[in-house]
């Protein structure tokens, strides 16, 4: 039991987060840890409850609300409260490969449900999930563990986002031979190409990489499996294969002139400034930058948000986050309740500092593009746009003409690639997702398994992390009969 009245005489207390405006002159991550003591007091606001909602990961009201990893918060906790950072670790690495990742941009699904959050501020239960791998990093806890004996069974792994490192590093444990195939330069998945530095700086994700290479997992970069002979070969030459692409194709536009130039679908777009901020520290010239330019972002979510937060860093004039869908509550509405996932609206990082450094809200609520107009040199200028009624029909007479010198599409993603899952012959479902029996992972082809956004559709690292982990049970039952991975 932890300190029974901690949640009473202990304020949540967050990880400091540096200013707006000091925080959008670099491309770091910008919140500065608490000390050892504070993030003490932090654990000990946990209520150590009978039936702890914020590790369930239960559907309720038709969303997950808990940790799907199902990590043992409160005992983790309690073991911070104590000052048992060790063991605190031991608990947490238990259910999760990656703290480090899920600490930093997970939504906290568990805080959501945290029983102090039903009356006031839930536990910081992500930071603490941060502390304790960081401070274990700092102390030297986190090192390569090899397994002692080798099963002899070779495994390949075709992508390399968090699904399939959780998959990787769950077999590779296990004592099978784990290579993963990556078609970018860098492995990481979205976690290396995609979340921008200022919310997981990739030396972070570099650093995990090169623990498990230590472990023995094998990195093949800039290998795209794509065709029915590499297929092949993967099959012949390994005892299981694994899925784990990610759903990486983008929703685009249907709109007048789409073809203008200055139009980036948002993960290339952030995928070009990650690669330049490595490569080169964004020398000129090397990335679409949105520097002196009227940015429009067409949609209003996470991934939106994230475009906004790195146009401000390059510079941008001005910038505007289209969303078709009506303003969310800023409160929870009755209909849902705790512990259910609050659908309210969230003010993120780069909103915020959209708010700081232009005054407003990016944010434009029921709007939506209906033209792109070009310079008449091929280049974009300016975007018509028109507001929507709640049925999404167009409201008559609201269009408007907004300038526009870079439109980035962050709409959504329509499921996976096609061509990896036609070069295995596996079979995708109507919304281009791996198909497999409910709560499996074996694809409909032997010795072929599946995880992650390619096999769930675009989800959360947090998911791709179970999925890793599930689906290196399916895999290592097949190859052994039977698993003790959990
Ligand atoms: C911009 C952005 C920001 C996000 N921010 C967050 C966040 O803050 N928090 C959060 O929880 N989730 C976030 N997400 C979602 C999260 O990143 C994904 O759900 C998660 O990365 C999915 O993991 P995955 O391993 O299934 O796939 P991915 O991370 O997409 O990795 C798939 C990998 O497979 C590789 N690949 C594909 N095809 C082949 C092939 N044929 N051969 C070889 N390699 C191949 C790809 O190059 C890629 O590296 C974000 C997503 C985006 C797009
Ligand atoms: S992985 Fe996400 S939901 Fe689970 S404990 Fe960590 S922050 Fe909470």
């Keep these: 039991m932890g300190k029974p009245t901690g949640f009473l005489e202990y304020q949540r207390q967050g990880d400091p987060a540096q200013a707006p405006l000091e925080r959008i002159g670099h491309y770091d991550e910008f919140h500065p840890r608490l000390g050892r003591e504070d993030r003490r007091r932090q654990g000990a606001r946990c209520m150590e409850c009978g039936v702890p909602f914020c590790q369930s990961g239960a559907v309720l009201g038709g969303m997950v609300s808990g940790c799907p990893l199902h990590n043992l918060i409160p005992e983790w906790n309690d073991l911070v409260y104590t000052g048992n950072f060790g063991h605190a670790l031991e608990r947490l690495m238990k259910t999760n490969n990656f703290p480090e990742f899920t600490g930093r941009v997970c939504p906290a699904l568990c805080e959501a449900a945290c029983t102090c ?21 700092e102390r030297g806890l986190v090192a390569p563990c090899p397994p002692k004996t080798r099963t002899g069974k070779q495994v390949a792994v075709v992508g390399s986002g968090p699904a399939g490192l959780a998959c990787a590093d769950q077999l590779s444990k296990r004592g099978h031979a784990v290579t993963v195939f990556e078609r970018e330069d860098r492995p990481g998945g979205l976690l290396m190409y995609g979340i921008p530095n200022m919310k997981l700086e990739k030396r972070i994700v570099q650093r995990r990489l090169d623990l498990m290479a230590a472990q023995g997992v094998e990195f093949v970069t800039g290998t795209d499996v794509g065709r029915e002979k590499e297929a092949q070969e993967l099959l012949d030459g390994f005892d299981a294969v694994v899925l784990c692409c990610g759903a990486s194709n983008p929703r685009d536009l249907k709109v007048k002139n789409r073809d203008v130039n200055g139009v980036y679908f948002a993960v290339d777009f952030l995928k070009e400034t990650t690669r330049s901020l490595l490569d080169s520290g964004l020398a000129p010239g090397t990335f679409p930058s949105a520097k002196g330019k009227d940015v429009v972002i067409v949609g209003g979510g996470d991934t ?26 800023d409160q929870r509405a009755e209909r849902n309740p705790w512990p259910e996932w609050p659908k309210v609206c969230k003010t993120d990082y780069g909103q915020e500092e959209a708010i700081a450094v232009f005054g407003h809200d990016p944010r434009i609520y029921q709007t939506t593009l209906t033209e792109l107009i070009g310079d008449g040199k091929g280049n974009i200028k300016a975007v018509k746009t028109v507001r929507l009624h709640p049925d999404l029909s167009p409201v008559e007479g609201s269009e408007q003409t907004l300038e526009c010198g870079l439109l980035l599409i962050a709409a959504g993603f329509l499921g996976a690639q096609s061509y990896v899952a036609e070069a295995f012959g596996v079979e995708l479902t109507p919304r281009a997702a791996v198909h497999t029996q409910a709560g499996d992972y074996a694809t409909g082809v032997p010795k072929i398994f599946t995880a992650g956004d390619m096999h769930r559709g675009q989800s959360l690292v947090v998911w791709a992390i179970w999925e890793g982990r599930q689906a290196a049970r399916a895999v290592d039952t097949y190859l052994m009969g039977y698993t003790n991975l959990e």
């Design 117 to 137: 959050g039903l009356h006031g501020d839930p536990v910081t239960i992500k930071e603490n999930e941060l502390g304790i791998i960081e401070d274990a990093w």
């Design 304 to 329: 939106g948000n994230d475009c906004v937060g790195t146009c401000i860093r390059h510079g941008c004039k001005s910038v505007v986050q289209l969303e078709m869908m009506p303003k969310a509550p």
